[in-house]
C-alpha cells in the first residue's frame, strides 16, 4: 500500500535560550554565566493548521472554565496564550499532556553553543539561521508546499530576510547533495509573534522541555512530553535521540 503524499504542511519553529555568545564588547557571556550554553530550536509539523489552532484554542478555554486552576491564578495573570517561561506549572502539565494527543510532528536541534564555529559565535543572527535551517532541511521536501512560520518578537525586514537566507544556504546544499529529493516543492516563510498561532506555542514548549534537559538538567516537563517528540538532534556533539533511544 501507497503512503499518501501529503499536498500541504503548516511547520511552526521557536527557540529556547539565546543564540549569544559574546557581549558588544566580545566578553564571553557563556562562559561568565550571562547567557546559556545552549540553544534549542523546535519544529512542529501539522497537516491542518486549521484544525490544530482550533484545538489548542478549545483547551486554553477548557483551562479557564477549570476551578481547580482559577483558584490558584493571580489576578494578573491572563491565560490569553500559552508561553511555558511564565505559565504555572499545574497549567504547563496540562497542555504537555494535551500535546502529546495531538496529529503533529515533532523535531529538536540542540546546539551547545560554545563548540560552534567561531563565525557563529561572533554572530547570533547567522547562528540561528544556520541552525534553523538545520533542524528543517530535511524536514520539507516530501510535501509539495510548506509554511514555515518563525516566532519572532522582532518585525525588521532585514532581519527577516538575513535569516531567510542562511535557512535557504543551508537547505539548498542539502538538496543538492540529496538529488533523489523533491527539488520541484514550494516553501514560503512567515515570522510571526508567539501568541499569534498555538503551533508556535506548541514549539515554545517543546524547545523549553528540551532546553530543561540540557540546561538545568531538569527531565520533569519532558518526561512529559517525550511521547510527542520524534528526534532531537545534539548537533554540535553528533548525537541523535529517538523514540527507540531517548534522551
Known amino acids: 500500500m501507497k503512503s499518501k503524499v501529503v499536498a500541504n504542511q503548516w511547520l511552526f519553529v521557536d527557540e529556547s535560550g539565546k543564540p549569544e555568545v559574546y557581549s558588544s564588547k566580545g566578553e564571553n557571556l557563556v562562559t561568565k554565566g550571562f547567557a546559556s550554553n545552549f540553544l534549542v530550536l523546535a519544529a512542529v509539523r501539522s497537516e491542518n493548521q486549521l484544525e490544530l489552532q482550533q484545538q489548542v484554542t478549545e483547551f486554553r478555554l477548557s483551562l479557564l472554565k477549570d476551578k481547580k486552576l482559577t483558584t490558584i491564578f493571580s489576578s494578573a495573570y491572563t491565560l490569553d496564550t500559552f508561553h511555558a517561561q511564565t505559565d504555572y506549572f499545574e497549567v504547563k502539565k496540562k497542555f504537555y499532556s494535551f500535546i502529546t494527543t495531538l496529529k503533529v510532528k515533532v523535531d529538536v536541534l540542540v546546539v551547545e553553543k560554545l563548540l560552534c564555529y567561531e563565525p557563529l559565535k561572533r554572530s547570533p543572527g547567522k547562528m540561528y539561521g544556520v541552525m534553523a535551517g538545520q533542524l528543517i532541511k530535511n524536514l520539507c521536501h516530501q510535501v509539495q508546499s510548506t509554511e514555515i512560520i518563525f516566532s519572532r518578537k522582532d518585525s525588521k525586514l532585514k532581519l527577516r530576510q538575513e535569516l531567510e537566507v542562511e535557512v535557504e544556504k543551508v537547505r539548498l546544499d542539502y538538496l543538492q547533495n540529496h538529488p533523489q529529493l523533491n527539488a520541484n516543492l514550494t516553501l514560503h ?45 545534539d548537533i554540535c556533539n553528533k548525537k541523535y535521540f529517538t523514540r527507540s533511544n531517548p534522551l
Open 189 to 233: 516563510y512567515h515570522h510571526n509573534p508567539h501568541y499569534t498561532h498555538g503551533g508556535l506555542q506548541i514549539a515554545d514548549y517543546i524547545a523549553h522541555a528540551v532546553y530543561q534537559v540540557f540546561e538545568r538538567d531538569n527531565r520533569e516537563c519532558y518526561e512529559l512530553v517525550k511521547p510527542v517528540i520524534g528526534k532531537i538532534q
